[in-house]
């Protein structure tokens, strides 16, 4: 396409992913949050929870300094400690929402504009109803809080696999709909979330992933997955663009914006954040993973 990529798009990185020793909130978070805010390619961040106050406090200051736009992923406070927020124990979901809740309130410390997460594990039979129901009120729950703290943050749900690697309940596109069309009839500040890198494992296409949701889209991110069970990268691991055995690169993100400009949803008016999810292998640097996601997206651009 010849007009100006940043016109449609603001790219973003998702840190914690880019930098995967920073995801359990501790780590060298400064130092890399540094690399990514001195590199005006980009212009979004999504950051996950920082547990040092003193170290939070200078996240902020840098964040601020940087004019990036902020995102804040709670994705690792449940992925990383097992809570779910459609469990059948009312206790344990009662604690998946309280994190959640305790991550708005980081997400707003941080001037984000937005917190994403997932859905608990997914449920077959005669008691799925039961869990979309369970999440339906955690959600309604977290909108809430979200709204009498900061109304215009938003509460996004990233839809992840069902029975591959995440197996989370949101989900096959259908129960997204049906989750997003049941809390946005009372909270308007609910969106979802579509990953290009969850697709594969989804097993559905650009369309079928985000036309039949394309009213409730709100955020994006992109990267590549592996369905090859043998290969060390297999499953929801966000490994670089064009690795041999992965399912994404230039063409399937070439089909992906292609869609995603055909609904309206990136038409140039508004630069919308579409951020990067990509994790280094074993042996690999962050720097040249970023600098690979890079050049696809352009790449990518090119071929509209």
Not at 105 to 134: C, H, P, T
Not at 263 to 279: P, R
Request: hydrophobic fraction near 40%; charged fraction near 30%.
């Amino acid at each position: 396409m010849k007009e100006n990529m940043y016109a449609y798009i603001n790219p973003g990185v998702i840190h914690f992913m880019a930098y995967p020793s920073t995801i359990k909130g501790e780590g060298p978070i400064l130092e890399t949050l540094e690399k990514i805010a001195v590199d005006d390619f980009f212009g979004a961040i999504e950051l996950t929870w920082i547990k040092d106050q003193a170290t939070r406090e200078e996240a902020k200051k840098l964040l601020e300094a940087s004019h990036l736009d902020v995102y804040y992923g709670a994705q690792p406070r449940l992925l990383t400690t097992g809570l779910d927020l459609n469990s059948f124990n009312p206790e344990e979901r009662k604690k998946a929402v309280a994190t959640i809740k305790e991550g708005v309130d980081e997400a707003i410390e941080l001037g984000a504009k937005a917190i994403a997460f997932l859905s608990g594990k997914n449920v077959e039979g005669e008691r799925k109803a039961e869990a979309i129901d369970l999440l339906v009120d955690s959600l309604n729950q977290i909108c809430a809080y979200a709204r009498s703290r900061k109304k215009d943050l938003g509460v996004v749900l990233e839809i992840f696999d069902y029975d591959v690697d995440k197996c989370s309940l949101v989900g096959p596109v259908a129960v997204a709909r049906e989750v997003a069309e049941r809390v946005t009839v009372e909270y308007d500040n609910f969106g979802l979330m579509v990953d290009l890198s969850h697709l594969p494992l989804l097993r559905e296409s650009a369309e079928e992933s985000i036309i039949p949701i394309k009213d409730y889209l709100v955020h994006i991110h992109i990267g590549n997955g592996v369905m090859e069970r043998e290969h060390p990268a297999y499953g929801d691991s966000h490994p670089r663009f064009g690795l041999t055995g992965g399912a994404n690169d230039v063409d399937e993100l070439v089909e992906f914006l292609r869609v995603l400009i055909d609904i309206g949803y990136l038409d140039g008016k508004e630069a919308k954040t579409v951020s990067f999810e990509v994790k280094p292998l074993a042996g690999e640097s962050s720097e040249v993973i970023l600098a690979n996601a890079k050049r696809t997206l352009r790449k990518a651009w090119a071929k509209l």
